[in-house]
């Protein structure tokens, strides 16, 4: 079946639930919006739309080791979010709290085993986390970040070019500051995550079936 693009979205969807949260908690701005202010903007929305992921992904069951284990939001590379996570409302998800892990980027990582170029240590904190943000810093690293994590049921998500190719879950379209996302439906199901048909029908882009 391969790729199929989405068609526009409807007025009740995700995608303008996410950007509500972020962009009317910021003050408004007037004229032209500086670069700054469009990147910032952009970090808020997408911190949004990670914590709508995890409330319209389902893990499968014994991904936590007890009722009191939070939702781990893996930061991996060189942060872009600055404050965006304080700015939305609701902390709690499913009935769990975030927890935000900012984790160094690949080149920032001793290696510990210098024949596979691997650190063992960073390796696990990767697979401890149930969401991980892949940085436009980590591009070159991706599709290693990607292995890392493979069997550990972390949804993967990225903001670079060729994320879904390499076997990320979900991808930010490079480019776009509205949150504009695609999905490896197959990448998902690999890792023993469901997700939601609302998620998916205001998708740009899904690739399901992928020989």
């Not at 003050?27 to 929305?45: F, M």
């Not at 160094?104 to 170029?117: A, E, F, I």
Request: net charge positive.
């Amino acid at each position: 079946m391969g790729h199929r693009k989405r068609p526009a979205r409807p007025r009740g969807s995700l995608r303008l639930l996410a950007v509500a949260a972020t962009v009317c908690a910021a003050c408004p701005l007037s004229g032209k919006e500086s670069d700054e202010a469009v990147r910032n903007r952009e970090y808020r929305i997408k911190a949004a739309f990670l914590y709508n992921f995890i409330r319209t992904v389902d893990w499968p069951e014994g991904r936590f080791a007890d009722s009191n284990e939070p939702w781990v939001i893996g930061i991996v590379g060189k942060d872009p979010f600055g404050d965006a996570f304080g700015r939305v409302p609701d902390k709690a998800v499913k009935g769990r709290q975030v927890v935000i892990k900012r984790l160094p980027g690949v080149r920032d990582t001793p290696v510990s085993d210098p024949q596979n170029g691997t650190c063992a240590a960073h390796t696990d904190a990767l697979r401890r986390c149930h969401l991980l943000f892949v940085c436009r810093s980590e591009q070159a690293s991706a599709p290693g970040l990607v292995q890392a994590v493979a069997g550990a049921s972390v949804l993967t998500v990225g903001e670079v070019q060729g994320f879904l190719e390499c076997g990320g879950c979900i991808n930010f379209i490079p480019g776009a500051d509205k949150g504009d996302f695609e999905i490896n439906l197959d990448a998902c199901k690999r890792a023993q995550l469901e997700v939601s048909s609302k998620l998916i029908r205001i998708a740009q882009r899904v690739i399901q079936g992928k020989k």
